[in-house]
């Protein structure tokens, strides 16, 4: 399983020169329960253009959909966790997810409104001994290409809370990072969708970038 992320890792590598592109896909993780996971559909994609563009890295243009079950898990690098409402890990998206993460693999749940108290049950499943905490503005995730002192930009009112980046660590390393009363991936949308002032919308995808460089990077 680790050597389909060295393999990954090395590509990206070779990707960064302007002159390779669409070596790596970014997924979209696809969940039981019910939830809408397919939300967000313009989001990844316009992330994509803007790392290609903004960090040079040669991400295929298309965003790949995954289940949490599935072996090709292991293909992703980054994968990305969305929706509203109800989610549901089964024991066999529980443990694959586990040695996904563990082996290397990284996760991105963006709360859409309504996600956080079904994923929280469900992530408590993947790492019974791990418990989300707040991780700190100077923390490196805020500070790759993109300077984030105050750490996740708030992209939409809810119920009036901060905005929060919150992570599992597994033995010291950020393995999940959940974007929380932020709404980050709707700034990643088409500004038609949301209607959001252009320099929001730059918000979020430099933050999403700074994701995507970290993702990239902890591994090496």
């Given at each position: 399983?680790?050597?389909?992320?060295?393999?990954?890792?090395?590509?990206?590598?070779?990707?960064?020169?302007?002159?390779?592109?669409?070596?790596?896909?970014?997924?979209?993780?696809?969940?039981?329960?019910?939830?809408?996971?397919?939300?967000?559909?313009?989001?990844?994609?316009?992330?994509?253009?803007?790392?290609?563009?903004?960090?040079?890295?040669?991400?295929?243009k298309?965003?790949?959909?995954v289940?949490?079950?599935?072996?090709?898990?292991?293909?992703?690098?980054?994968?990305?966790?969305?929706?509203?409402?109800?989610?549901?890990?089964?024991?066999?998206?529980?443990?694959?997810?586990?040695?996904?993460?563990?082996?290397?693999?990284?996760?991105?749940?963006d709360?859409?409104?309504?996600?956080?108290?079904?994923?929280?049950?469900?992530?408590k499943?993947?790492?019974?001994?791990?418990?989300?905490?707040?991780?700190?503005?100077?923390?490196?995730i805020?500070h790759?290409?993109?300077?984030?002192?105050?750490?996740?930009?708030?992209?939409?009112?809810?119920?009036?809370?901060?905005?929060?980046?919150?992570?599992?660590?597994?033995?010291?390393?950020?393995?999940?990072?959940?974007?929380?009363?932020?709404?980050?991936?709707?700034?990643?949308?088409?500004q038609?969708?949301?209607?959001?002032p252009?320099?929001?919308?730059?918000?979020?995808?430099?933050?999403?970038?700074?994701?995507?460089?970290?993702c990239?990077?902890?591994?090496?």
């Amino acid at each position: 399983m680790k050597s389909a992320f060295t393999v990954a890792l090395l590509t990206i590598l070779v990707s960064l020169s302007p002159t390779v592109e669409g070596q790596i896909k970014l997924a979209k993780l696809k969940y039981d329960g019910g939830g809408d996971w397919y939300a967000n559909k313009t989001a990844l994609p316009n992330l994509i253009e803007f790392c290609n563009t903004q960090l040079r890295i040669g991400l295929s243009k298309e965003e790949a959909t995954v289940s949490v079950a599935s072996p090709e898990l292991f293909f992703y690098p980054y994968v990305y966790m969305t929706g509203h409402g109800n989610v549901v890990f089964s024991d066999a998206d529980t443990k694959n997810l586990r040695k996904y993460l563990i082996a290397g693999g990284f996760l991105h749940i963006d709360d859409n409104y309504g996600l956080d108290k079904f994923i929280r049950l469900e992530m408590k499943k993947v790492f019974p001994e791990l418990e989300f905490v707040e991780i700190p503005f100077g923390h490196s995730i805020y500070h790759q290409k993109f300077d984030f002192p105050k750490g996740l930009p708030k992209i939409h009112e809810h119920d009036g809370n901060p905005a929060q980046g919150l992570g599992l660590f597994f033995e010291g390393k950020l393995i999940c990072f959940y974007s929380y009363e932020s709404d980050l991936g709707n700034g990643w949308e088409d500004q038609s969708i949301h209607k959001d002032p252009e320099t929001l919308r730059q918000e979020a995808l430099k933050m999403g970038a700074n994701i995507i460089a970290y993702c990239f990077t902890q591994n090496q």
